[in-house]
């Protein structure tokens, strides 16, 4: 999956890190269907969380799409 994904977020493209620090890689997220528990793609820390916050909602993303184009 990793490879399919040139090693980038399906969402915000961006790649796999490495914190200079603790010289650790942070890798990508596998995000999956909480109804079927499928996986989908693989995502950064931030687009995971994003999905997971409006529940795979059409509606909520849309109604987030809305508010950012008005404001």
């Known amino acids: 999956m990793l490879k399919a ?6 969402i915000c493209g961006q790649p796999q890190t490495v914190d200079n620090k603790r010289e650790s890689r942070r890798l990508l997220c596998v995000d999956h269907d909480h109804e079927t528990g499928r996986g989908r793609a693989l995502l950064c820390d931030p687009c995971n969380l994003l999905i997971g916050l409006v529940s795979d909602n ?3 993303i849309e109604r ?4 950012l184009q008005t404001h």
């Open 64 to 67: 987030v799409i809305l508010y």
């Open 5 to 10: 994904q040139g090693g980038v977020c399906a």
């Open 58 to 60: 059409f509606d909520m």
